[in-house]
């Protein structure tokens, strides 16, 4: 039942990629490198189109749900252990991974524009109430700082003073204290 | 006893608290102290701003011996992140005060090298 599944999911892609091969002839059995139509299917798309892409191809059988994953697994139950995943992820006391930082330095030899974009993109960041996400947003700054293009992360906090004084109400203690700054401000 | 938010809290509070005093540092300076290349501090004179630079230093390295990110029990992967980037920055820092404090020193008015013998 597997297999035959399997065989359903892929039906699309693996009947454009076979038909031309069978089309051209013996020529392919040798070491030809294939054409570059041939390599379009196996491009790799974001996994958001992905889904879309295969959510509308699916067909109407209850048993056609495992997204070619290679395993039985019902839809629910997929998207919860996913969830799940994430959460896990979310509250993992993990300092920020190399792959996607690497991306944030290069941003910041785009000059002004792109530490502006990086930085838009760390405000949330920084008003989270998970003491892990400021921290993670925290590291990415000091990151930025030394790593990053020389001069323009500082250049712009020294020039957007607000942006780093905002994490003062992430601890539970501050909490309570919140309406005499509030009243200290007013 | 704290709890574990408290005392992260606590930690992000210096820590944030150090990173916009770097942006002060900056902002006052236009230098870079943990990643200046050249030794600055040695060669300027007091009339260049030598004295006022190393104040702007001796702020930045006040706010970076503040935050003891190691001080919690549970240690996690990433307080021992942040202390590594903060040693690194301590490193450099230490440098360029020191770096200060001998040019103040050579600088210094040769009456207190009596002071300095009678401290023998």
Not at chain 1, 119 to 147: C, G, N, P
Not at chain 2, 89 to 109: C, E, R, T, V, Y
Request: a positive charge; proline letters at 6%.
């Amino acid at each position: 039942m597997a297999c035959e599944i399997i065989s359903v999911q892929c039906l699309p892609t693996t009947s454009s990629r076979s038909a031309i091969p069978r089309a051209r002839g013996p020529q392919f059995a040798s070491n030809h490198p294939p054409s570059p139509d041939l390599c379009l299917p196996t491009t790799r798309q974001p996994w958001r189109a992905r889904l879309r892409s295969r959510s509308r191809a699916r067909p109407k059988s209850r048993y056609a749900t495992a997204f070619s994953l290679g395993t039985n697994v019902d839809t629910s139950t997929y998207w919860l252990r996913r969830a799940a995943d994430r959460r896990h992820h979310r509250h993992q006391a993990a300092p920020p991974k190399t792959k996607y930082i690497e991306h944030i330095l290069v941003a910041t030899h785009a000059g002004e524009a792109g530490v502006g974009e990086v930085f838009r993109a760390l405000q949330y960041r920084l008003r989270d109430s998970t003491w892990t996400i400021v921290f993670k947003s925290l590291i990415t700054i000091h990151l930025m700082m030394r790593e990053g293009s020389p001069d323009v992360t500082l250049a712009y906090l020294a020039k957007h003073k607000n942006i780093l004084a905002v994490s003062v109400f992430s601890d539970g203690q501050s909490w309570a204290r919140l309406p005499q700054l509030q009243v200290a401000l007013y | 006893m704290q709890s574990a938010a408290q005392t992260q809290g606590r930690n992000i509070r210096h820590y944030s608290n150090y990173l916009s005093e770097r942006a002060r540092a900056y902002r006052e300076t236009k230098i870079d102290w943990v990643r200046a290349k050249e030794p600055r501090l040695e060669k300027l004179s007091v009339d260049k701003g030598l004295l006022r630079e190393t104040e702007v230093v001796q702020h930045q390295l006040n706010a970076l011996l503040k935050c003891d990110v190691m001080e919690a029990e549970p240690e996690n992967e990433i307080t021992i992140t942040v202390f590594r980037l903060l040693v690194l920055d301590l490193l450099a820092l230490f440098q360029a005060l020191n770096q200060a404090l001998i040019n103040i020193l050579g600088k210094a008015p040769p009456s207190s090298s009596i002071r300095s013998a009678q401290a023998n």
